[in-house]
């Protein structure tokens, strides 16, 4: 088990091999901190008091800097994330993710770091207790033993365990199949091919063109955070997500749309109504599951840091 300790008064050498350790570690705790808070704004702001609090200890004294540095981090950013959701009960409407560019979270070098960091991955995380994200996130992402979670949640590890099983189960009725079975994958180009034929089809106002291409039970979201005008609620179904589209249509011309790669897949960027809005899927067997409309400027920022996708 790793113990977390405050070490004695830095030496120069032990500063030294901090800064070397945390530089090679901090992309790995960003991404750490953004699937669990959601937001890399918080994430950041999160990195950066963990490296606050380490910078005067004596680095030499820890042996496992790399567990040493995910258990910080991650209590720092399960107390934010407690706050967080306390603030997110009054947010205006749904809230969404802030979309990210996965560059900056270092290598997805495995499919658990790359499904755990997707959209509809993030989405469905908020469905979670702090705690139960918090071992989710730590095991299925990072592989951190029971032991050194229990030290980071506060209870004892098999406590973790059932908070794993019953965070399993909450994503899976998320995402609408069976607790236990696979996701359902699909390829950036799949992604990509969709999100063109969605936007021609809401340009043209093909409403049969777009049916083919929703799930029966599709859900569209719509993130304004009361910053622009946005459905306050989720548009549930074939049909109603049909008429919210062609009424959108109706009345705005959607202007210029480029794909950008968020989150590890294609993304559309787009421009309705004078501002500016992110549209991701969730594709489920070759139909669009769920549609991610994100509107909020606040977290639009990093739109401009994110590299057109294939190239």
Request: one cysteine or more.
């Amino acid at each position: 088990m790793t113990q977390v300790r405050t070490p004695a008064v830095s030496t120069t050498a032990g500063r030294e091999e901090f800064l070397a350790d945390f530089q090679q570690y901090r992309p790995l705790l960003l991404g750490l901190a953004y699937r669990l808070l959601g937001s890399m704004w918080d994430a950041e702001d999160t990195v950066q008091d963990a490296y606050l609090r380490l910078a005067g200890t004596d680095w030499c004294q820890v042996q496992q800097p790399r567990a040493y540095l995910i258990t910080v981090v991650s209590r720092l950013a399960l107390d934010r994330l407690r706050s967080a959701q306390v603030r997110r009960e009054d947010y205006t409407g749904p809230w969404l993710p802030e979309p990210i560019d996965t560059a900056s979270l270092g290598p997805l070098d495995t499919a658990e770091l790359r499904d755990s960091v997707s959209y509809a991955t993030m989405h469905m995380l908020e469905r979670l207790s702090p705690p139960q994200r918090a071992v989710f996130v730590l095991r299925e992402a990072f592989g951190v033993p029971y032991e050194d979670i229990a030290s980071v949640v506060g209870v004892p590890p098999a406590n973790c365990r059932q908070l794993l099983l019953r965070a399993r189960r909450r994503l899976a009725d998320g995402a609408r199949r069976p607790a236990g079975s696979a996701p359902a994958s699909s390829t950036p180009e799949e992604h990509s091919r969709l999100l063109v034929s969605f936007l021609d089809a809401a340009r043209t106002g093909d409403l049969q063109a777009l049916n083919g291409l929703l799930a029966d039970d599709v859900v569209a979201w719509n993130d304004g955070g009361g910053r622009v005008r946005a459905a306050r609620r989720p548009i549930t179904g074939r049909q109603q997500v049909l008429a919210f589209v062609a009424g959108l249509a109706g009345r705005y011309d959607i202007g210029e749309a480029r794909l950008v790669e968020v989150n590890g897949h294609p993304a559309l960027h787009t421009h309705l109504a004078g501002g500016e809005q992110l549209v991701a899927l969730r594709v489920v067997e070759g139909r669009i599951q769920e549609i991610y409309a994100l509107l909020n400027p606040d977290k639009l920022g990093r739109l401009a840091e994110i590299a057109t996708a294939g190239g």
